[in-house]
């Protein structure tokens, strides 16, 4: 399944979310240049959405690892929000649970931040 994205912010964060693949195809790049886009506009906190997620290869390990190393060398911190099972499972075998903070949904992310 193609990869598509929607970005937004708000007072607390920017937001990223992902529809589809996460394998870093072409549209890898694009999403690292939002992160910083979003550095750029003086962004300390990104939000990446999950919930639309299906599959992430290892590829897509490295780019959600890039935007948090942009972040992390501005002051900044990447926050996934709502990741499938599969997903999930992805994140405790990399070890990546440990990386980064999950929330069960944005919604939980405002409500703690």
């Not at 607390?12 to 870093?24: C, F, K, Q, T, V």
């Not at 780019?63 to 405790?92: C, D, Q, Y």
Request: glycine share 8%; aromatic share 8%; charged share 25%.
């Amino acid at each position: 399944m193609k990869l598509s994205y929607k970005t937004s912010k708000d007072e607390r964060a920017h937001y990223l979310a992902i529809e589809g693949d996460l394998i870093g195809d072409e549209v890898g790049p694009k999403l690292v240049e939002v992160v910083s886009d979003a550095i750029q506009e003086g962004a300390k906190t990104f939000v990446i959405d999950l919930s639309e997620v299906r599959y992430i290869s290892s590829s897509g390990i490295g780019l959600l690892i890039t935007m948090l190393t942009k972040m992390r060398n501005v002051g900044g911190e990447v926050f996934l929000t709502s990741p499938s099972e599969h997903v999930k499972k992805l994140l405790i075998i990399t070890k990546l649970n440990n990386i980064f903070t999950v929330y069960d949904s944005v919604a939980d992310f405002k409500a703690k931040n």
